[in-house]
């Protein structure tokens, strides 16, 4: 279960909206239960339910579990796309280990807003799930270009379909590169053009076959745990 307070051994935290109802009544969880807490900075802790009523609940934690640990996964750029879409990537995604989700804004892009409040429950609710002790990074949407000039220079995979481009799985050794992925209606050639003359991009391919966007994020996403990751 995610909190935001700190955790540290005896000292009592109370439990965010919802999560006493949840606890309560999809969990069966009593007073004095045992839970697991996590806040992505303290490591995972065992805690006791100490108090649970209606939707209030009390956790003091006892003994930490496991060290913390940040995913190794990549930097996702990923064009916004419509909202169930883009609620879906962010929920694969963090399965499969990304660090940080940062929505851009294309020209082909949809117009839908980015609501990273909502990104980062899910984001949140996927860490949980499978157990993953950091919640990545839900970044504010900025337009592409402006993510170019802002780039640090590490290395940028950019998924690009009919393109003459190095399947992903085959890009030469190195450290992780970042992905930027396309929304729906594909990038524009000017777009493509202006990624393309950056040294630290590489043109990357994802098979024959034209994917859809979100079906590209976490195709990528596969490909680089299964070459890099850990
Ligand atoms: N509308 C575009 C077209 O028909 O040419 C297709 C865009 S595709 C649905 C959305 C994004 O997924 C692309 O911008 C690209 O980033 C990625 N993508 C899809 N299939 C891919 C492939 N086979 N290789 C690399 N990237 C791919």
Known sequence: ???????????????????GRYLGSVMRKKEGDEILLFNGRDGEWKARVTAIRKDDATFTP???RRAQTIASGPVLLVAALKREAMEWVVEKVTELGVRAIHPVLTTRAVPDRVNRARLFLIAREAAEQ???????????A??????????D??????????????PLAQLPPGPMP????GPEGGFTGPELDALARHPFVAMVSLGPRILRAETAAVSALA????????
Do not use: F, K, M
């Open 223 to 230: 490909v680089l745990q299964a070459t890099r990751g850990d």
């Open 1 to 19: 279960l995610y909190t935001e307070h700190d955790l540290a051994e005896g000292e009592a935290i109370s439990a965010a909206p919802g999560q």
């Open 142 to 151: 900025v337009p592409l270009y402006n993510a170019l000039g802002a780039w």
């Open 62 to 64: 006892e003994e930490r």
């Open 153 to 166: 220079g590490s290395p940028l995979a950019v998924a690009a379909e009919r393109r003459r481009a190095v």
């Open 178 to 181: 970042a992905l930027l992925i």
């Open 130 to 140: 499978c157990e993953r002790l950091d919640v990545p990074e839900i970044a504010e």
